[in-house]
C-alpha cells in the first residue's frame, strides 16, 4: 500500500499493479461492501471508481455501494449474497437475490446463519432503500 500500510488502496495503485497482468489471466469477483465503493469522490471521471479499477485490472465483477449504507445490516445483507454465491447462484443473481430477501417481510434466514449475524435484523429496517439499492454488480 502507498500509504504505509494504513489500510487505503487507491485507484491509482490498483490500476498501477495491474499494468503487467497479462491480458488473458483469469480474473475473480471482488465484493466491496464497504461505503461508496462504486462512487467517485476525488476524481472527475465519474466512471473511474474504485469498482471499476478493479475491472480494469482484471476483475471480472465487481460489487460495490453507491452510496453511503449501515454496516450491520450491510453485513447482513452481505452474509445473504455469499450464501447464494455458495449455492450456485451467480454473482448478477445472487446479490439481486439478496436484494429481494432484504424486502421480503417474511423472509427465511439461510440454513446455519449464525445467532450474532441473525440478531443484525433488529439493528434496522432491511428492506431500507438505502442498504438494498446502494448495491451494484459490474463486469461480466
Not at 421480503?104 to 446455519?112: A, S
Request: proline share 6%.
Amino acid at each position: 500500500m502507498s500509504d504505509g500500510g494504513a489500510g487505503r488502496l487507491s485507484v491509482r495503485e490498483i490500476l498501477h499493479q495491474a499494468r503487467g497482468r497479462p491480458t488473458g489471466a483469469p480474473g475473480g469477483l471482488v465484493v466491496l461492501d464497504a461505503c461508496v465503493s462504486d462512487h467517485t469522490t476525488g476524481d472527475f471521471d465519474e466512471a473511474l471508481t474504485l469498482s471499476t479499477a478493479f475491472l480494469a485490472a482484471g476483475a471480472t465483477g465487481v460489487v460495490g455501494s453507491r452510496w453511503e449504507v449501515p454496516d450491520g445490516l450491510t453485513g447482513l445483507m452481505m452474509y445473504v449474497f455469499h450464501d447464494r454465491l455458495r449455492t450456485g447462484a451467480t454473482p448478477v443473481r445472487a446479490l439481486r437475490e439478496a436484494q429481494l430477501w432484504l424486502l421480503d417481510p417474511d423472509r427465511v434466514l439461510p440454513d446455519g446463519m449464525p445467532d450474532p449475524i441473525a440478531d443484525i435484523l433488529r439493528d434496522g429496517d432491511p428492506a431500507a432503500l438505502e442498504l438494498w439499492a446502494a448495491f451494484a454488480r459490474q463486469g461480466h
